[in-house]
């Protein structure tokens, strides 16, 4: 998100106006960050009982995504920062651990990877 704000035609003195114009752009931290702190959402039961969708945040273009299951079978989205996991055994415990590529090779490795637990419905 890029915030704009515009300062313009200040009084300073005795009526003389000083006309000026300067922009400033402010970029969220998260979409903008050279190494940023990825983190993963469970939603449980969408998009039917028996699943969960596993989302990664922030996504960036350019990134690669890997994702892997503790349990069940990834149904859809491989290689993109959305997964639906699907175990129908019900009241199981499932981790979707998804590891990103791409990211500037300063950043540290340990932080290319998020995960999250849901417990299946």
Partial sequence: MITLKTITGKTVAAGAVVLASSFLFACSPSSTAKCPAFTVAAD???????????????TR??????????????????GTASVVVSDPTAGDKVTATVEVSGVDASCP????TASATANMP
């Fill in 61 to 78: 273009d350019g990134l690669s995504y890997n994702w892997s299951t503790s349990a069940g079978t990834i149904a859809s989205g491989q």
């Fill in 44 to 58: 449980v039961g969408k998009p039917e009982a028996g699943s969960a969708t596993f989302t990664l945040s922030p």
């Fill in 109 to 112: 490795a340990s932080g290319n």
